[in-house]
């Protein structure tokens, strides 16, 4: 069964700092996508970024960048130049795309960016 | 474009009330999900559908079930509510094919049950 694990149930980071968010997945399948979601404290579900099983450069969109070790199955989250603004909580999410389509999401870790 | 359009945004029920949580998209999108989010939880699958006329259960189906005769509309029905319903909503849309296929969300529907 697929699964993605979040270790990390809070995170603290300065203001202007970087951050990596940990996020970890188990599927047997070849072929899989891999999104980071941002919901901050208004509830909604907002996509950051994206990174397919297949793809041979790691994501990067704006501000996020997502390193990908295919070996040893993480997809971290990296957030360089931490803003006040950045502090939600965030997903990571597995969709599989050669089966039943569906989006299996971790536990989430909370981040707070410190002034 | 609206996008997902889900509704009420919130909804207090009594316990063995029923009700209906209204999806609809914009996007002439093939799939469709509905998950429930727990107090600092992720999100868990109740249901999905692939098209119109075909719909699935997901990790947590008890409870609830789905109908899906249009490519917009996914609607969600809890029958006899109970207080382990209390939850937020989220319904959600995307593509079949292509690599970036993100989930689109609507807002979220805060469901209490008392």
């Known amino acids: 069964a697929q699964k993605i694990t979040q270790t990390q149930p809070g995170m603290f980071v300065q203001e202007k700092e970087a951050v990596t968010l940990d996020c970890t997945y188990d599927?047997?399948?070849?072929?899989?996508?891999l999104f980071w979601y941002k919901q901050p404290s208004s509830g909604e579900m907002i996509f950051l970024i994206y990174?397919?099983?297949?793809?041979?450069q790691n994501a990067t969109e704006g501000r996020y960048s997502l390193n990908f070790q295919k070996a040893r199955k993480s997809a971290n989250l990296v957030i360089s130049a931490s803003q006040l603004g950045d502090s939600a909580m965030y997903f990571c999410?597995?969709?599989?795309?050669?089966?039943?389509?569906?989006?299996?999401f971790g536990t989430g870790t909370r981040l707070k960016v410190l002034a | 474009n609206a996008g997902v359009t889900q509704t009420p945004k919130f909804r207090i029920l009594k316990i063995g009330q029923s009700m209906t949580l209204q999806c609809t998209q914009d996007?002439?999108?093939?799939?469709m999900y509905w998950y429930r989010q727990d107090p600092g939880m992720g999100l868990k699958l109740i249901y999905y559908?692939?098209?119109?006329?075909?719909?699935d259960k997901g990790e947590v189906p008890n409870g609830y079930n789905v109908s899906r005769s249009t490519t917009e509309d996914f609607p969600l029905r809890l029958e006899l509510a109970a207080p382990s319903q209390t939850s937020v909503y989220f319904c959600?849309?995307?593509?079949?094919?292509?690599?970036?296929?993100?989930?689109?969300f609507g807002q979220g529907t805060r469901l209490t049950v008392v």
């Open positions: 959600a849309s995307s593509l079949l094919t292509g690599g970036n296929t993100e989930a689109f």
């Open positions: 599927t047997s399948d070849p072929s899989y996508g």
């Open positions: 990174q397919g099983s297949y793809d041979q």
């Open positions: 999410a597995m969709r599989d795309t050669s089966g039943t389509y569906k989006y299996i």
């Open positions: 996007m002439n999108h093939n799939y």
């Open positions: 559908s692939v098209g119109a006329g075909i719909t």
